[in-house]
């Protein structure tokens, strides 16, 4: 089997990797489609110190069982189901989990992945694969609303024009939050103003403190200090923003102006899903460009270096980048 494997800071790709083995709970999919994500780019440097097969957004064919045939995504946290903290409601901070292609199991980035049953969830025919890849993403998006972090006219700053800060701005815009993205590449913000969302380049922005809510969508270290310049007292800080290496920061402006500061990570697929299938999160217009697996380490350098928003891996392509 194909797969890019990771170790250490070295990507190299397998055509030797042994395939993954269905077991009670969990099925082989064959990849379809998979999104390279900051993260990815994250765990090359070190975050995590993960080993293995990278990748965890992705559209495949169920292979086994009851969605046998079926085009599935997948949660990426497998959690034991079993222990307080799943019983309590939170299995996405299970203490026993694995998360795909991020902890202690192998990725998407491969001809096949092992998924727990309970993880999937089946594509509508409505969605093309290209916009089902991006499930994931959109879901981290949504939870946002989840932890009701927001309400319909909150006026929120984005920070960050990229992959997860675009499809924030959608999620945030639709909801009916005023929303304004300031982002550094005007090609990434003329996206944005096509789906009739303010934005502003970063060389023009004055941090003013009044948005009631800033989302850190920059994928930097610095993306705190940057949120609690925008932020209002009182208000709320939501970080999206997961970086390799230590961060520090004077959290002196933290007490003073009693702002919130939230993490915010995985989402639900279910919602991620309904606003793909309605339009009201349009994700095409983010493809930048897309490779075949076997060029995934060009993939990965290509989205490190340029400045693009979503690259996409075909396992099922021979051909060069598009």
């Excluded at 055509?15 to 489609?33: G, Q």
């Excluded at 945030?172 to 550094?184: E, I, P, T, Y």
């Excluded at 697996?293 to 928003?309: G, I, K, N, S, Y």
Aim: aromatic share 4%; proline share 6%.
């Amino acid at each position: 089997m194909l797969a890019v494997h990771l170790s250490g800071q070295t990507v190299s790709i397998r055509h030797d990797y042994s395939e993954p083995i269905p077991t009670e709970k969990d099925i082989v999919v064959d990849v379809l489609r998979a999104g390279i994500c900051e993260t990815d780019l994250q765990l090359m440097r070190g975050y995590m110190g993960f080993s293995g097969v990278l990748g965890h957004e992705f559209v495949g064919i169920a292979r086994y069982g009851k969605l046998m045939g079926q085009r599935v995504v997948g949660e990426i946290n497998c959690s034991c189901w079993q222990c307080e903290t799943c019983l309590m409601g939170l299995p996405t901070h299970c203490p026993n989990r694995s998360v795909i292609g991020i902890l202690n199991r192998d990725g998407a980035f491969a001809d096949s992945i092992s998924v727990p049953v309970k993880n999937l969830h089946v594509v509508p025919d409505s969605l093309s694969d290209d916009e089902a890849v991006f499930v994931e993403p959109v879901a981290a998006a949504y939870q946002i609303l989840r932890q009701q972090l927001v309400r319909p006219r909150t006026r929120v700053v984005v920070l960050g024009d990229g992959r997860l800060g675009n499809v924030c701005a959608q999620v945030l815009a639709d909801f009916g939050c005023r929303v304004l993205v300031v982002g550094k590449h005007p090609q990434k913000l003329q996206v944005l103003s096509g789906f009739g969302i303010e934005t502003v380049i970063l060389s023009d922005a004055t941090p003013n403190r009044s948005a009631e809510v800033v989302v850190d969508c920059t994928g930097s270290a610095a993306g705190l200090t940057s949120a609690l310049q925008w932020v209002r007292p009182w208000g709320t800080v939501i970080l999206k923003t997961t970086v390799a290496g230590e961060q520090t920061l004077a959290l002196a402006p933290v007490v003073i102006d009693e702002v919130r500061v939230v993490g915010s990570r995985c989402g639900p697929f279910a919602d991620a899903i309904a606003g793909l299938a309605a339009g009201r999160v349009k994700v095409k217009p983010l493809i930048s460009a897309r490779f075949p697996l076997e060029q995934a380490v060009d993939a990965l350098e290509f989205t490190r270096t340029q400045p693009v928003l979503k690259v996409l891996l075909d396992p099922k392509s021979k051909t060069g980048p598009a």
